[in-house]
Nanobody, 125 residues
Framework: QVQLVESGGGLVQAGGSLRLSCAAS????????IGWFRQAPGKEREAVAAISSSGGRTYYADSVKGRFTISRDNYKNTVFLQMNSLKHEDTAVYYC??????????????????WGQGTQVTVSS
């Protein structure tokens, strides 16, 4: 059974920074692409960033490019999302998820099979 646990969310002022962590169970963690998603109240869940199994490739939504950085430590089974220059519109519940080997579109929610429970990020304006 795969478990993903997010942490690091909280309340921050606009312009501030947060670092989210996604800790995963299972010995095959390093074999999978991991993605971060977010869902704001009344809105659909959207892709934020993803990182390939080795960490050699990263992907970002246009709305966070240049502000967010995704990274991973396969020895610690953890993926990170460093969020800088936060804006009020970044307020959402943030989820990490494991991508299946099938399908190539990193931003497609249907390509992910295991999800964490989410961590709240609130950016005050």
């Amino acid at each position: 059974q795969v478990q993903l646990v997010e942490s690091g969310g909280g309340l921050v002022q606009a312009g501030g920074s947060l670092r989210l962590s996604c800790a995963a169970s299972g010995r095959t963690f390093s074999s999978y692409t991991i993605g971060w998603f977010r869902q704001a109240p009344g809105k659909e869940r959207e892709a934020v960033a993803a990182i390939s199994s080795s960490g050699g490739r990263t992907y970002y939504a246009d709305s966070v490019k240049g502000r967010f950085t995704i990274s991973r430590d396969n020895y610690k089974n953890t993926v990170f999302l460093q969020m800088n220059s936060l804006k009020h519109e970044d307020t959402a519940v943030y989820y990490c998820a494991r991508k299946t080997p099938y399908g190539s579109n990193w931003s497609d929610l249907r390509a992910y099979d295991y999800w964490g429970q989410g961590t709240q990020v609130t950016v005050s304006s």
